[in-house]
């Protein structure tokens, strides 16, 4: 099924739900620069939601070959995968004029589950593009559990962030996106 044009988008649920070595594989292959765009930005998501950190270097390299919006899936996709070996390729993109690029890296960074990644945030909460803003300030409450315990403005945020991580920056827990407890208000 997942071989045939017509009914391969229809497979890579199935081939997630079976998640067995084969089904990695074949989902690996569907998200190859071969395949429509469609399909892989179906595959991609599906392939590293199985958490395999062997399709780390299949993420990477979707990510720096890749122009379509397959790109952003596999960084983040690479965040999750890969961790801290993700971060020179992220923090590429936190560079970038484009605000998507910033935006997607910013959300890939908290995906990574890296304590390196807290430092490269905090800068971002003071970025122009208010939706960049919010995706850091999402990040750090993934990684860190913290959050601000009111609306405040970006200096305010970017101020209270800098004070807590410079005093918790080596005893705050990490946390990946798949912690379960929820983020606690920042002091």
Not at 35 to 52: F, H, N, T, V, W
Not at 154 to 174: C, D, G, L, V
């Amino acid at each position: 099924m997942a071989d045939n044009a017509k009914t391969a988008a229809a497979s890579i649920s199935g081939l997630k739900h079976l998640a067995t070595p084969r089904a990695k594989a074949k989902l690996a292959q569907l998200c190859g620069a071969g395949q429509p765009e469609y399909i892989r930005q179906m595959a991609i998501p599906a392939l590293a939601d199985l958490g395999d950190p062997a399709y780390c270097s299949t993420m990477l390299d979707i990510a720096r070959e890749s122009h379509e919006y397959s790109r952003f899936i596999a960084v983040r996709a690479a965040g999750y995968l890969c961790g801290a070996k993700a971060l020179p390729l992220i923090k590429s993109q936190l560079v970038s004029t484009n605000p998507s690029h910033r935006f997607e890296a910013a959300y890939a960074l908290g995906d990574s589950h890296s304590r390196k990644a807290v430092s490269l945030l905090i800068p971002l909460l003071l970025d122009p593009d208010a939706n960049v803003r919010d995706a850091a300030r999402n990040s750090l409450a993934t990684l860190a559990h913290r959050r601000a315990k009111r609306k405040q403005s970006a200096q305010e945020t970017y101020r209270n962030w800098t004070s807590w991580w410079a005093s918790h920056k080596t005893t705050a827990p990490i946390y990946s996106i798949n912690a379960c407890s929820g983020p606690r208000p920042l002091p």
